[in-house]
Nanobody, 114 residues
Framework: EVQLVESGGGLVQPGGSLRLSCVASGFDFSRSAMDWVRQAPGKGLEWVSSIASSKSLTSYADSVKGRFTISTDNDKNTLYLQMNSLKPEDTAVYYC???????WGQGTQVTVSS
């Protein structure tokens, strides 16, 4: 069974940092491209970041470039999103997904507020 389980969300003040984790199981994580996608309150899905199957190429939405970093620990089958300099507009439910978007996690809530 394919499972993607996000964690690490929470409440943080503007300018603060969080690291999201996504633990994957049920497929070959080492050969899969992965995405982070978010959904802000009242808005649609927004792609945030991708990492290639080789884990050597990354890409970011303009809104987060320079502040967020996507990475993996292949030994732990875990995808990460390091989020720095957080802004209120980063408030959203964050989901990890396989690169073909066939599988999604349950999401983790990130709230940026003073």
């Amino acid at each position: 069974e394919v499972q993607l389980v996000e964690s690490g969300g929470g409440l943080v003040q503007p300018g603060g940092s969080l690291r999201l984790s996504c633990v994957a199981s049920g497929f070959d994580f080492s050969r899969s491209a992965m995405d982070w996608v978010r959904q802000a309150p009242g808005k649609g899905l927004e792609w945030v970041s991708s990492i290639a199957s080789s884990k050597s190429l990354t890409s970011y939405a303009d809104s987060v470039k320079g502040r967020f970093t996507i990475s993996t620990d292949n030994d732990k089958n875990t995808l990460y999103l390091q989020m720095n300099s957080l802004k209120p507009e980063d408030t959203a439910v964050y989901y990890c997904a396989t690169g073909d978007n066939s599988f999604w996690g349950q999401g983790t809530q990130v709230t940026v507020s003073s």
